[in-house]
């Protein structure tokens, strides 16, 4: 099809082009019809422009130009004009101008929308993933997509400038517990083989540094078959990195100076660095989270030294069994805590496993409401204790102490946001550091890695991590912001006989090794460097950016809630040919 080339597209135009003749090739996306005038704004990738086809245009086009609906694609040629200065736009950046119209020719037609297009479409989320494409041409999902591609070439140049190589790893691999289930790939020339699609390219990343390629990096596909949330897809991307003879501080160092390049490329942010830095068990204790959000404070306390002589057998019992009371100080709440509100917070807690939510409010330098009553003897040390002032509420939750912990800094989170204590133009970096290398199983009796199989030990614990597992901290790493963990990553083990300890401490017998693992062990065998590695969610980081609620919507074509796509109906049925083809049977 011949048609008139776009000159200019219609973000570009300004008072500079005014009595130049261009030609633009975009979509209608308004046409208001006034009677002798019709005003068109089109749209491309760029930008909008207002079109005017009035007494000014040649014959004809008028009438043409009044058939033209919304999402019709057009080629059109005109003369930039400035704008009366009565009639000037400055929300618009093209506002100063109008393009007064020579000629048009459609391209095509589009019929009714199922939705309008707009900056912030409210339509069904389905509906707009169904019609995606259609979505795609809102400013908003445009303007995402534009600051995704940013943060993707500020990471790659910063990396290459730091000395890094970009090398891709396998799609097709071996199937490898890695903590989610695998998504399988049967194979047609292998029957009753499969491949998995990778769930991060950890074992080759590491495989490098052992072929002597000390600084990689890959914007790496990665799928694990788990149930969708707001921060998480069947299929997500990950910068991937991994390096040679570095410590954790290397690590810190390398992401600080990602992060702060691409914060000040993208937003014009500059972030301070080095970040804070906060223990695992610290950040559990305070906050009830390994990913606290820190734009706020209201840290948790310990309520145990208040509870011994009140008389609340409720929490006095759970003391007595080991357990823990947790306050949580809540400022200036006493207005919106309702009962409503209270029972809202509870509920909350009772999601994450807190049997309920014990309650007081501060009023005149008293406890008041709630279990107070209890309290009254010791208020005056409790009040200090919490530094609890006049107006605040104090929730409690007695529990185990990790439940009451994580309970509690649920409702913590949820109170923040409702008072709006997050600022939501803030970005709070932390590093939460020493985590413990193992977690007991308690059904089955045994020791589990907390993370993976290859994280090293820390220095102090490597004569003893076998023989008492229960203290022992590994050499990992996780960088949080707002409430979301960003990056996760460990110094890596690179001696045979530490991984065969590790091995042997969380059951995982020397055949089964070999099966799963047998590829990296063997290559472990030849001089591996010392190496580790961090891999930061680029769907979560743009997320981060651009403030949204779900990766969802920085994602060019997601999968919703169920992992389906109903923009192309997958996952689908395949014809009983491929099945024979792959030598497999469906059973359901």
Same mark, same amino acid.
């Given at each position: 099809?011949?048609?008139?080339?776009?000159?200019?597209?219609?973000?570009?135009? /300004?008072?500079?082009?005014?009595?130049?003749?261009?030609?633009?090739?975009? +979509?209608?996306?308004?046409?208001?019809?006034?009677?002798?005038?019709?005003?068109?704004?089109?749209?491309?990738?760029?930008?909008?422009?207002?079109?005017?086809?009035?007494?000014? &245009?040649?014959?004809?086009?008028?009438?043409?130009?009044?058939?033209?609906?919304?999402? +019709?694609?057009?080629?059109?040629?005109?003369?930039?004009?400035?704008?009366?200065?009565?009639? @000037?736009?400055?929300?618009?950046?093209?506002?100063?101008?109008?393009?007064?119209?020579?000629?048009? !020719?459609?391209?095509? =037609?589009?019929?009714?929308?199922?939705?309008?297009?707009?900056?912030? /479409?409210?339509?069904?989320?389905?509906?707009?993933?169904?019609? @995606?494409?259609?979505?795609?041409?809102?400013?908003?999902?445009?303007?995402?997509?534009?600051?995704?591609?940013?943060?993707?070439?500020?990471?790659?140049?910063?990396?290459?400038?730091?000395?890094?190589?970009?090398?891709?790893?396998?799609?097709?691999?071996?199937?490898?517990?890695?903590?989610?289930?695998?998504?399988?790939?049967?194979?047609?020339?292998?029957?009753?083989?499969?491949?998995?699609?990778?769930?991060?390219?950890?074992?080759?990343?590491? $495989?490098?540094?052992?072929?002597?390629?000390?600084?990689?990096?890959?914007? *790496?596909?990665?799928?694990?078959?788990?149930?969708?949330?707001?921060?998480?897809?069947?299929?997500?991307?990950?910068?991937? !990195?991994?390096?040679?003879?570095?410590?954790?501080?290397?690590?810190?160092?390398?992401?600080?100076?990602?992060?702060?390049?691409?914060?000040?490329?993208?937003?014009?942010?500059?972030? *301070?660095?080095?970040?804070?830095?906060?223990?695992?068990?610290?950040?559990?204790?305070?906050?009830?989270?390994?990913?606290?959000?820190?734009?706020?404070?209201?840290?948790?306390?310990?309520?145990?030294?208040?509870?011994?002589?009140?008389?609340?057998?409720?929490?006095?019992?759970?003391?007595?069994?080991?357990?823990? !009371?947790?306050?949580?100080?809540?400022?200036?709440?006493?207005?919106?805590?309702? @009962?409503?509100?209270?029972?809202? +917070?509870?509920?909350?807690?009772?999601?994450?496993?807190?049997?309920?939510?014990?309650?007081?409010?501060?009023?005149?330098?008293?406890?008041?409401?709630?279990?107070?009553?209890?309290?009254?003897?010791? =208020?005056?040390?409790?009040? &200090?204790?919490?530094? *609890?002032?006049?107006?605040?509420?104090?929730?409690?939750?007695?529990?185990?102490?990790?439940?009451?912990?994580?309970?509690?800094?649920? !409702?913590?989170?949820?109170?923040? @946001?409702?008072?709006?204590?997050?600022?939501?133009? *803030?970005?709070?970096?932390?590093?939460?550091?020493?985590?413990?290398?193992?977690?007991?199983?308690?059904?089955?009796?045994? +020791?589990?890695?907390?993370?993976?199989?290859?994280?090293?030990?820390?220095?102090?614990?490597?004569?003893?991590?076998?023989?008492?597992?229960?203290?022992?901290?590994?050499?990992?790493?996780?960088?949080?912001?707002?409430? $979301?963990?960003?990056?996760?990553?460990?110094?890596?083990?690179?001696?045979?006989?530490?991984?065969?300890?590790?091995? /042997?401490?969380?059951?995982?017998?020397?055949?089964?090794?070999?099966?799963?693992?047998?590829?990296?062990?063997?290559?472990?065998?030849?001089?591996?460097?010392?190496?580790?590695?961090?891999?930061?969610?680029?769907?979560?980081?743009?997320?981060? $950016?651009?403030?949204?609620?779900?990766?969802?919507?920085?994602?060019?074509?997601?999968?919703?809630?169920?992992?389906?796509?109903?923009?192309?109906?997958?996952?689908?049925?395949?014809?009983?040919?491929?099945?024979?083809?792959?030598?497999?049977?469906?059973?359901?």
């Amino acid at each position: 099809m011949n048609f008139p080339q776009r000159t200019h597209t219609c973000g570009d135009l /300004n008072l500079v082009h005014a009595e130049t003749t261009v030609t633009l090739n975009a +979509w209608v996306h308004r046409a208001r019809n006034q009677g002798g005038v019709v005003f068109l704004t089109l749209r491309d990738r760029y930008g909008f422009v207002q079109v005017v086809v009035d007494e000014r &245009s040649p014959a004809g086009l008028l009438e043409r130009a009044a058939e033209l609906k919304n999402e +019709w694609c057009v080629a059109l040629t005109g003369q930039v004009k400035p704008r009366p200065e009565a009639m @000037r736009n400055a929300k618009m950046a093209t506002g100063d101008i109008e393009v007064v119209a020579h000629d048009v !020719v459609i391209l095509s =037609q589009a019929p009714v929308l199922p939705f309008p297009i707009e900056d912030e /479409n409210k339509a069904n989320e389905n509906l707009r993933l169904e019609y @995606r494409y259609l979505d795609l041409r809102s400013p908003g999902m445009r303007d995402r997509l534009v600051l995704r591609d940013k943060v993707t070439w500020t990471a790659r140049q910063y990396l290459h400038s730091q000395g890094f190589l970009e090398i891709e790893t396998p799609t097709f691999i071996k199937s490898t517990p890695e903590g989610a289930r695998d998504f399988l790939v049967p194979s047609r020339t292998n029957p009753g083989k499969f491949y998995a699609l990778p769930q991060s390219p950890q074992l080759y990343k590491q $495989l490098l540094m052992v072929g002597g390629l000390d600084k990689y990096f890959q914007i *790496a596909r990665c799928y694990r078959d788990e149930d969708a949330r707001g921060d998480r897809q069947p299929e997500f991307t990950q910068i991937d !990195v991994e390096m040679s003879f570095c410590t954790a501080e290397d690590i810190y160092r390398l992401m600080e100076g990602m992060m702060r390049e691409i914060f000040r490329e993208t937003l014009g942010y500059d972030l *301070a660095v080095p970040f804070a830095r906060l223990p695992y068990d610290t950040a559990i204790d305070l906050y009830g989270s390994d990913k606290p959000d820190l734009r706020f404070g209201m840290p948790m306390q310990d309520f145990s030294p208040y509870v011994a002589g009140s008389g609340f057998q409720a929490f006095e019992s759970v003391l007595s069994a080991g357990g823990a !009371v947790k306050a949580l100080v809540v400022p200036q709440a006493g207005e919106i805590a309702s @009962r409503k509100k209270i029972t809202e +917070w509870e509920e909350t807690a009772k999601t994450y496993g807190a049997k309920g939510l014990a309650w007081m409010k501060v009023a005149s330098g008293t406890l008041e409401g709630g279990v107070a009553k209890f309290f009254q003897a010791d =208020q005056a040390k409790i009040l &200090s204790g919490l530094s *609890a002032q006049d107006g605040d509420v104090i929730l409690l939750v007695a529990d185990r102490y990790k439940t009451a912990c994580t309970a509690l800094g649920a !409702v913590r989170l949820k109170a923040g @946001r409702e008072l709006g204590l997050a600022d939501p133009n *803030a970005f709070a970096f932390a590093w939460i550091v020493d985590f413990p290398l193992f977690e007991f199983n308690e059904e089955e009796a045994r +020791w589990e890695p907390a993370h993976h199989m290859f994280t090293m030990p820390q220095a102090q614990y490597l004569a003893t991590f076998d023989t008492d597992p229960g203290p022992v901290k590994g050499d990992l790493y996780d960088l949080v912001c707002n409430g $979301l963990e960003l990056a996760s990553g460990s110094i890596r083990i690179h001696d045979p006989a530490i991984q065969q300890r590790l091995f /042997n401490t969380v059951g995982f017998p020397p055949e089964e090794a070999q099966k799963r693992f047998g590829f990296l062990l063997k290559a472990f065998q030849y001089g591996p460097p010392p190496h580790g590695g961090i891999a930061p969610g680029l769907d979560r980081l743009v997320m981060i $950016l651009t403030q949204q609620e779900t990766i969802r919507e920085v994602i060019a074509f997601p999968k919703n809630t169920t992992g389906a796509s109903p923009m192309d109906n997958s996952p689908s049925e395949v014809d009983l040919l491929q099945l024979k083809d792959l030598h497999l049977k469906v059973d359901l």
